[in-house]
């Protein structure tokens, strides 16, 4: 006589699902549990680094360093960028500063640094004046850029020659002039400047006529200089071989002339 086997109750299988079941969940907990501590120190402590940034004094800025400044005073600088000795030094907005500070006139371009704890560093680049704009009777300083830095009062010291000739531009300070002859004008002034004769003489004035008349006059001469139709640089070099060679003897009352290739006319 054979026995059968009997099945296993139904019961005990869901009992063994039960069982696997509540060890998943209870892994599942513990990791959850795991990875919550974690995010929890993790907000501790960059809570804690938050809270030691915006209440240390040890962050707070004494003073700002600034470099570059010659025409502009260091103290007029800071003022300008809105930094005082009560900010911190994380919550200073670079870019910002930076913009402030670029809208300024005089200032070509601007780095603005931070260094911990609390140091925090100004470079600036000013625009050098390079010559005065008359203008209807007003005097105005520009740079090579042909950019306004400033209004000048009728008897101040004028930088670099004076400039005539412009009566139908419109300067405004902090603001660039978009003249071809006045940009022509800069760039005789600049090539002259680094010719030999310049050490000689002193240019007082140029005359602004057009882009191909450029007339030019010097304090220890009693003609003019004409330049224009052509390269300024050539023409300076065409200058400064003519003065080494004929212009410190010369006896000429009215114009010498560059505008001819490489002769130079002379009257």
Not at 157 to 167: K, N, Q, R, T, Y
Not at 199 to 224: G, H, Q, W
Not at 226 to 231: F, I, K, M
């Amino acid at each position: 006589m054979t026995r059968t086997k009997k099945p296993r109750p139904r019961t005990t299988e869901r009992s063994s699902v039960s069982r696997v079941t509540k060890r998943m969940w209870r892994r599942y907990l513990r990791r959850f549990c795991q990875v919550v501590g974690v995010l929890a120190m993790i907000f501790a402590a960059v809570y804690a680094v938050y809270r030691h940034a915006t209440t240390s004094p040890q962050y707070v800025v004494p003073e700002v360093v600034v470099r570059g400044a010659r025409t502009l005073s260091a103290e007029a600088i800071v003022a300008h960028s809105g930094i005082t000795n009560e900010d911190r030094i994380f919550q200073i907005p670079v870019e910002r500063v930076c913009q402030q500070l670029e809208a300024l006139p005089r200032v070509k371009s601007c780095c603005v640094e931070r260094f911990l704890p609390n140091k925090v560093r100004i470079t600036i680049q000013e625009r050098v004046a390079a010559a005065t704009l008359l203008v209807r009777g007003r005097l105005f300083e520009i740079d090579n850029e042909c950019f306004v830095l400033d209004e000048l009062a009728l008897g101040d010291e004028c930088p670099g020659p004076l400039i005539s000739g412009a009566d139908s531009m419109q300067p405004a300070v902090g603001k660039r002039l978009e003249s071809a002859v006045l940009q022509v004008s800069l760039r005789v002034s600049e090539e002259f400047s680094r010719t030999d004769m310049s050490k000689d003489v002193t240019v007082a004035e140029i005359a602004a006529v057009s882009v191909n008349d450029i007339r030019m006059y010097c304090d220890e001469l009693p003609f003019e200089v004409r330049w224009g139709r052509g390269d300024a640089h050539l023409q300076a070099r065409r200058l400064d071989i003519w003065w080494e060679q004929v212009g410190a003897m010369s006896d000429f009352r009215q114009y010498v002339d560059l505008r001819f290739g490489r002769d130079v006319a002379c009257m």
